[in-house]
């Protein structure tokens, strides 16, 4: 893990940014609120590699070029990332076989993201491609700063119960207990008689009638973990062999919910720790769900630098009950990330997407463009000279008196902290302090 990663000066502040989702008379607009905004660093290319790789190795990569050039001459940096989350529909329609098949043993059909098997080595083949090209053309940008592999690695692709997925597993066994033997005693198989006479025995835990032997849904939850790392490790290795010197990272989902990932042995192999962090509606102690997520992030990057890579300014759109965030609580919640050592807060996304399956997830710019009022408060109280800079009035209270260092403890300050609180400071910005017109069609109301 890098000790040096600065790749903006003081805290990173920004988002994922899909310009190939709107006009290009959309991208000036976009850099010049980014600007007012003082936004210091976008993610780029999460899920454009359809319009990158256009056909199987026909590539499109002007556009890409263009955006990248129009955010270094405004000052912006990027956070570039391998379009791997999302396959092309053309690769699924000559290779069905990197879909991911279910534990019903049903494969799944194209249209999703993540829809590709760990363990494929026609997907690693492809994947791996496009990060070779992407690495060549732009490892020596100077308005790339930090690249980023895939995206939630194991959100939508945590199993995989394919042959090739099974065969991998069985190598994984081998290698880990050496001999069948060994993995009958590991797993208690003389328990209703599950004895295995060889390793070509095993499958990956498809369904069955009843309960399945704990070791082996264990063991394949470890298993999945690894291959998902691997795929990792195979993206990041072709980005440095293209001559990538700057930090690689992916975005992990640290939180209370459980993770297929062992994120503790994939930690050493981030180059930074960054996180993606969302509240839950239905949980009505959410501040517990966040301060854990942000206080193992910190642990993971074991006290470097690490990244909020996601979060939401306001509702999201995947959960039962899409909540709007109270007001002050965008602040607070990319505030408890930071006093937690992050070194940046970044959301999902700039600008709300034109269409498409998260179209009405909520965005730091609505669809019509006008910033958002609740961000745009965010961005002033940060950037106002006059603000209490020690942070002794919190939400419009003074907070108790007492000892100086105690009260740090106690909002989770430490060094970066305090260092962030001696930013230079700049004026507000008008634009965003007149934003307050929403369109109709955007779900984020004020709370009465």
Known sequence: ???????????????????????????????????????????????????????????????????????HANGIAVDLATPT?????????????????????????????LQWC???????????????????????????????????????????????????????LEQRYGTVAALNDAWGTAFWGHRYASFDQVICPLDSETTQNPGLLLDFDRF???ALLEHFLAEKTALREAGVTAPITTNLMVGVRPSVADYASWAPHLDVIANDHYTVAADPRRERDLGYAA????????????????HSTGAVNWQP???????????????????????????????????????????MV????????????????????????????VGGRRRPGGDPRRRRVRMGMGPRA???????????????????HRPRHDQRRRAP
């Open 1 to 71: 893990m890098t000790t040096t990663w600065q790749p903006v000066p003081g805290l990173a502040f920004g988002g994922d940014y899909n310009p190939e989702q709107w006009p290009r008379e959309t991208w000036d607009d976009d850099v010049r609120l980014m600007r007012e905004a003082g936004v210091s660093i976008v993610t780029l290319g999460v899920f454009s590699w359809g319009l990158l790789e256009v056909a199987d190795d026909a590539w499109d990569l002007g556009w890409l070029d263009e955006v990248i050039d129009l955010l």
């Open 85 to 113: 989350a999302s396959p092309p529909i053309w690769l699924h329609h000559d290779h069905p076989e990197i879909l991911p098949v279910n534990r019903s043993g049903l494969r799944y059909h194209q249209g999703g993201r």
């Open 118 to 172: 760990p363990s494929s080595p026609v997907f690693r083949d492809y994947a791996t491609r496009v990060a070779t090209v992407l690495g060549r053309r732009y490892a020596t940008h100077p308005a790339v700063r930090l690249w980023h592999v895939s995206n939630e690695l194991g959100g939508g692709n945590r199993h995989c119960y394919c042959e090739v997925s099974s065969e991998h597993f069985r190598r994984w």
């Open 224 to 226: 999945s973990s690894d």
């Open 295 to 310: 206080d193992r992030s910190r642990g993971l990057a074991s006290g470097q630098p690490w990244l909020l890579m996601e």
């Open 321 to 363: 009950r899409n909540r709007a965030k109270a007001p002050g609580e965008l602040v607070r919640n990319s505030l408890a990330h930071i006093a937690r050592g992050a070194d940046g807060a970044l959301f999902f996304q700039w600008r709300a997407s034109l269409a498409g399956a998260e179209q009405w997830h909520s965005a």
């Open 366 to 393: 609505p669809h019509a463009g006008n910033p958002d009022p609740d961000l745009a408060r965010g961005v002033r109280a940060g950037r106002d000279p006059a603000a209490d800079r020690r942070g002794r009035r």
């Open 418 to 436: 305090e260092a962030a609180e001696r930013l230079p400071a700049a004026q507000p910005c008008a634009r965003l302090e007149r934003g307050t």
